[in-house]
Structure formats: structure tokens, C-alpha cells
T-cell receptor, first 117, second 110 residues
Framework: GAVVSQHPSRVICKSGTSVKIECRSL??????MFWYRQFPKKSLMLMAT?????????EQGVEKDKFLINHASLTLSTLTVTSAHPEDSSFYIC?????????????FGPGTRLTVL | DAKTTQPPSMDCAEGRAANLPCNHS???????VYWYRQIHSQGPQYIIH???NNETNEMASLIITEDRKSSTLILPHATLRDTAVYYC???????????FGTGTRLTVIP
């Protein structure tokens, strides 16, 4: 089956630093990837759609200058949380959209837990 | 995409069938019903999807009412590892993004 990985799985950083999270589709190419954020006991909230070779599309209320997304290849998208603050602490999950014949599905990564001190 | 309504929580005895309902009364004719689940601190996992007909795979069965305004996900023999939050999502054929509601927290009891 399609596998999506994320790295790191968890990160703790100091307030004001930037953190980069990688999302990789391991056995398929994905022109589109998605980034979600999930706070404790809440549902997943779509942050942005990452398109290979073009700018990401951000959902309303998500600061594009704070959450930088780069989708430089068909198997890698990165999310950089710039100048992180404690309120950015959350579970960040990516997904990769696979299109193959009649199959058009999203496959999710295992998530990255970010804690900002 | 149409909105879905699910009960916030359900319990099920281990080995019994778990029936998780979902209401999607505003669903359009070309929108699919998808089910995902999320085990604690993991990414969501695809379970099943359908348009009109009932569907079955190795994980579950999906029963969609004739008017398509509601559906039920059935886990035929629930195990402790099925404890998770189950999300019912309605998605159009041309859309590739998913919008998650609050889901149903299923607890399988020994």
C-alpha cells in the first residue's frame, strides 16, 4: 500500500526558533500534498494544500508567512513553522494525494508532535 | 462538501459488531461517503468509501440508505485495536481535499 512518512515524529523547541517538518511519499509520486493541524481532543484542521512546483494554497486564517510550505519534488513537501511560539504546539499531519488509474485517495503520514517551550 | 453529523462517542463489546452511524442529509448526487479512523496520536487511516451501493472490504462494511441521507459503518467483529475516532466525510468527485468533522470516538470494551 501507499506509505507516507513524516520526520521528525516529535520535536521540542524554544520559542522563537523555526522548525521544519518533512513529509515524504515513499512509494508513489504526489503532485498534491496536504498539511493538517490537530489540537488535543480536536479534529484535524486543513491548513494548506501543497502543489509540486507551485505556491501552496492556504486555508482561511492560516498565516502563509508563518507556515512556509515547499513542495520541491513529487515525493517531498516541507512545512516550516517560523518563529514558533507555545500556541503553535500541536500535532501536524501531512497527507499525499495518489492518483493511479481509478484510485484517487489521500494517504496520511504518522504525524509530528511539536512542542514549543 | 456536505456536512456530516455523528454521535460523539460509542462503546462496543469486544467481538461484537460495531455500528457507527453518520447523517449527511444535504449530500449531493455525485458526492461520495468516506470513512477514516484515527488511532490515538497517529495519522488517519482510510477505511472504506461508497457512492450509492453498499460496500465491503477486509476492514468494514458501509451501508448507505437508499435516499443517501445517512450511512452506517459496520466493523463486524470489533477488537480492542479498533478503539479510535471514526470520521465520516462527504467528498465530491472533483475534490481531492478532506474536511474532517468531530467524528465518533469508539471504545471497544474487553
Amino acid at each position: 500500500g501507499a506509505v507516507v512518512s513524516q520526520h521528525p515524529s516529535r520535536v521540542i523547541c524554544k520559542s522563537g526558533t523555526s522548525v521544519k517538518i518533512e513529509c515524504r511519499s515513499l512509494d508513489f509520486q504526489a503532485t498534491t500534498m496536504f498539511w493538517y493541524r490537530q489540537f488535543p481532543k480536536k479534529s484535524l484542521m486543513l491548513m494548506a494544500t501543497s502543489n509540486e512546483g507551485s505556491k501552496a494554497t492556504y486555508e482561511q486564517g492560516v498565516e502563509k508567512d508563518k507556515f512556509l510550505i515547499n513542495h520541491a519534488s513529487l515525493t517531498l513537501s516541507t512545512l516550516t513553522v517560523t518563529s514558533a511560539h507555545p500556541e503553535d504546539s500541536s500535532f501536524y499531519i501531512c497527507s499525499a494525494y495518489m492518483t493511479s488509474g481509478s484510485l484517487n485517495e489521500q494517504f496520511f503520514g504518522p504525524g509530528t508532535r511539536l512542542t514549543v517551550l | 462538501d456536505a456536512k456530516t453529523t455523528q454521535p460523539p462517542s460509542m462503546d462496543c463489546a469486544e467481538g461484537r459488531a460495531a455500528n457507527l452511524p453518520c447523517n449527511h442529509s444535504t449530500i449531493s448526487g455525485n458526492e461520495y461517503v468516506y470513512w477514516y479512523r484515527q488511532i490515538h496520536s497517529q495519522g488517519p487511516q482510510y477505511i472504506i468509501h461508497g457512492l450509492k451501493n453498499n460496500e465491503t472490504n477486509e476492514m468494514a462494511s458501509l451501508i448507505i440508505t437508499e435516499d443517501r441521507k445517512s450511512s452506517t459503518l459496520i466493523l463486524p467483529h470489533a477488537t480492542l485495536r479498533d478503539t479510535a475516532v471514526y470520521y465520516c466525510i462527504v467528498r465530491g468527485p472533483g475534490a481531492n481535499n478532506l474536511f474532517f468533522g468531530t467524528g465518533t470516538r469508539l471504545t471497544v470494551i474487553p
